[in-house]
């Protein structure tokens, strides 16, 4: 991969929406919501970090990982390593606020997360978990076939974002743009009813000159 890494909480944002993913990314364009703010407390602790062994299993809080194959980089909120007859597994934990959610965004951005340690330890990662604040409950997610091609899929569709320099049209969708801390940075609606009225306009002028 060309360019410098993507980060991994790019692809959180692309899953969610690649138009947020290249505002935040590409244009640096940021504003807070509840949401983002309850986020940014939790992670002040696992942002810190630090190692220790719990029951035999040693825990890295804020590690830094990387895929030079897949050209990403970020920091794992926590990898616990397992003990194994063929050595130490990993296996990343990411912290979120809220609780499961019906979308696969969490689950890329921890892929990413595990594909990296694959590249990095030189040993397979078939698993990570998410940890839910409003929940307290851990959530295991399996690196299966299906999550890992979306994932690098995600991957592949955010290099070509950066490469053009171009951030994508909006494409609305009302439960994620009502949640989403850009909205009035955005403005989705806005934008596609100019794309439209412009549309109309030059339609309409085109047959008035029709004889």
Partial sequence: MQGEPIPLSALQHAVYCL??????????????????????????????PGQRRIKG???VSALPVASARL???????????????????ARPVEFKRGKPKAHRADAVQLCAQGLCLEEMTGHGVPEGALFYGETKRRVEVVFDAPLRALTEAT?????????????????????????????????????????????????????????
């Fill in 71 to 89: 050209g990403i980089a970020g920091v794992a909120d926590l990898v616990e390593f397992l003990p194994s007859p063929g050595g130490e597994v």
């Fill in 19 to 48: 138009r947020q993913a290249a505002l935040i990314h590409l244009e640096r364009m940021w504003a807070d919501n509840r949401f983002t703010a309850e986020g940014t407390v939790m992670h002040l602790a696992t942002d810190r």
């Fill in 155 to 211: 991957i592949a569709e955010l290099h070509d974002v950066f490469s053009a320099g171009r951030t994508p049209k909006p494409t609305p969708h009302a439960s994620r743009c009502r949640a989403c801390s850009l909205i009035d940075l955005c403005r989705p609606k806005a934008i596609t009813r100019s794309a439209r009225a412009f549309r109309d306009v030059a339609l309409r002028s085109h047959l008035a000159e029709i004889p």
């Fill in 57 to 59: 299993v040693r825990r």
